[in-house]
C-alpha cells in the first residue's frame, strides 16, 4: 500500500535501516522508516489523507511521521538528493540518491533498503554487503569519519555488538579507539549521551556493553575521574546482580528506580565533591542528585562497621531514603550483611502500626510529638519488642 502511495505520486519508496536488518535476522522490530525519493511532507500528507490518519510534519528536517489510530507509527524521510547528477541520468540518479543515503549511516548493518513500490517490490537493495557483515555478525561503518561525524555512533556501536553478539571489526575498532582518544565524545551534549546510556540499560545484556564501554575508555571520557577498575566493573555487577534480587525479593523498591540513575551513583561514587556540580549539570541530573548519594555512602559505611544491627537501626538509618538510595545502599552493603539488609526491607513495608496519628491527637499529642511517637511504635515493632496489640500501653 505504501509503495502504491509511492508510486502514485511517482516516487520511488522504500524501507530501510534497522527493519530491514531485523528483518533478515528473523526478529520482530515495528519501528518502520520510510524513505521516499522526493518530498517526504508530500508524500506524508498523500498518504494520510488516503488513509485517514494523522499526520505530524517535520518540516526542519524534510520528515514526517504517520500516527495510526491504535498508535502504531511510521517515520517518513526524504533520500538526501544534493548529490543529484544530471537529470537525463535518470536510472543512474535513482539509485544514486538513496544509496548516497544509506551511505551517511552509522554501520553496514543498518544500511539495506528494501523497495516497496508495486513494480519491483521486495527488491533489496545491499550497496554496502549489509548482508554479508549480518551473516559474519560483524559492526561495520562505512566511512572513517564516521564516529567523528557522530560520536554517539560509538555507544551504538557497542549497543548492536552486545544486542546480536556480533563484533566490532578490526578497522572500526580502530576508529572508535582514535574517536575516544580526540575527545569527540565530550563534544557531544549530555541528554544525548544519557538518552543513548539508558537504551543501552534497556537492552537484555547492559552489563556486558558496560564493560565495553570500559575497556575502549569510554567510561573516562563520559566522566573525567571516573577510572574503570577492576574494583569500580565488580561494584557494577553487583548493581546489575541487586537490581535482580530487589526485583524479586521486594519489587516495591523498584517503583520509580532509574537505572540510569543507578548507574550514574556507581560510577561517580568516587568524583571529587567540587566537580559534581558540572557534571549534574551536563547530564541534566535532578537537584540534590549528589547530596542523596553522599548520604547513601554515610549509611552503607555505618551499617558495614557495626557487627550488627538492630531493625531499628536500619530504620533509624534509611527512613529517609528514596528507592534509589536504598538500593544503592544496598549494593555497597558487605555481602554478610546482604540477606539481612533485604529483609528488614520487607519487614519495615509489612508493619502497619494499630495506632494512628489520630489516635495520638485524642490523647493530647501535638505536631512533632505525634510524629515521634508513631517512628518510635515502628522501631519497637521492628524489633518485636511489642505486639500490635500492646502498642497502647506506650502511648
Ligand atoms: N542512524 C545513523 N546514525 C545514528 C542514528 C541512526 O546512521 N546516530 C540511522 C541508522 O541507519 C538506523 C536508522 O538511522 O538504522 C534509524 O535509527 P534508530 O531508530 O535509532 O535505530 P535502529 O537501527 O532502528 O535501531 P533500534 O532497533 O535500536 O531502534
Redesign the pocket.
Known amino acids: 500500500l505504501f509503495g502504491a502511495f509511492g508510486s502514485e505520486l511517482k516516487m520511488h519508496t522504500y524501507v530501510?535501516?534497522?527493519?530491514v536488518?531485523?528483518l533478515l535476522l528473523n526478529l520482530e522490530?515495528y519501528?518502520i522508516?520510510i524513505v521516499v525519493e522526493g518530498d517526504a511532507n508530500k508524500y506524508g500528507k498523500y498518504v494520510a489523507e488516503q488513509l485517514m490518519i494523522k499526520y505530524i510534519p517535520h518540516k526542519k528536517f524534510n520528515t514526517c511521521s504517520l500516527y495510526f489510530k491504535d498508535g502504531f507509527r511510521i517515520?517518513v524521510a526524504t533520500a538526501r538528493t544534493e548529490y543529484y547528477e544530471a537529470p537525463a541520468e535518470l536510472p543512474k540518479v535513482e539509485v544514486s540518491t538513496i544509496k548516497k543515503d544509506?551511505y551517511?549511516?552509522?554501520?553496514s548493518i543498518?544500511?539495506m533498503a528494501i523497495r516497496i513500490n508495486q513494480e519491483t517490490f521486495g527488491m533489496l537493495l545491499d550497496f554496502f554487503t549489509s548482508k554479508s557483515d549480518l551473516e559474519n555478525k560483524i559492526i561495520r561503518t562505512l566511512y572513517p569519519l564516521s564516529f567523528v561525524e557522530?560520536p554517539?555512533?560509538i555507544l551504538?556501536a557497542i549497543?548492536?555488538e552486545q544486542?546480536y553478539g556480533f563484533k566490532i571489526n578490526k578497522q572500526t575498532e580502530d576508529y572508535l579507539r582514535r574517536t575516544v582518544e580526540g575527545n569527540y565524545l565530550e563534544k557531544v551534549t549530555g541528554p544525548r549521551l544519557r538518552e543513548e546510556i539508558e537504551?543501552i540499560l534497556k537492552e537484555p545484556n547492559p552489563l556486558k556493553a558496560i564493560k565495553r564501554m570500559g575497556e575502549f575508555k569510554i567510561i573516562t571520557h563520559l566522566f573525567p575521574y571516573t577510572y574503570y577498575t577492576p574494583t569500580l566493573e565488580k561494584d557494577v555487577e553487583k548493581l546489575f546482580e541487586y537490581y535482580e534480587i530487589i526485583k524479586h525479593k521486594a519489587p516495591i523498591y523498584t517503583y520509580k528506580v532509574r537505572k540510569l540513575h543507578l548507574l550514574f551513583y556507581i560510577l561517580l561514587q568516587y568524583t571529587p565533591n567540587n566537580s559534581l556540580k558540572e557534571i549534574q549539570q551536563r547530564y541534566g541530573l535532578p537537584g540534590e542528585f549528589f547530596e542523596k548519594l553522599d548520604q547513601a555512602k554515610k549509611a552503607y559505611q555505618t551499617i558495614n562497621e557495626q557487627k550488627e544491627i538492630s531493625n531499628s537501626k536500619y530504620y533509624e538509618i534509611l527512613c529517609t531514603f528514596n528507592n534509589e538510595q536504598i538500593i544503592y545502599t544496598g549494593i555497597k552493603v558487605s555481602d554478610n550483611k546482604k540477606q539481612e539488609y533485604t529483609d528488614y526491607l520487607n519487614k519495615v513495608k509489612e508493619i502497619k502500626l494499630k495506632t494512628t496519628g489520630k489516635d495520638l491527637k485524642e490523647k493530647g499529642y501535638k505536631g512533632r510529638q505525634i510524629k515521634e511517637k508513631l517512628e518510635e511504635l515502628k522501631k519497637l515493632r521492628l524489633d518485636e519488642k511489642i505486639t500490635p496489640d500492646q502498642e497502647k500501653n506506650y502511648i
Request: aromatic share 12%; proline share 0%; hydrophobic share 20%.
Open positions: 530501510v535501516g534497522g527493519f536488518r531485523d522490530n519501528d522508516d517515520d544509506l551517511r549511516r552509522d554501520f543498518n544500511t557522530d554517539t555512533r551504538r549497543r548492536f544486542r537504551k
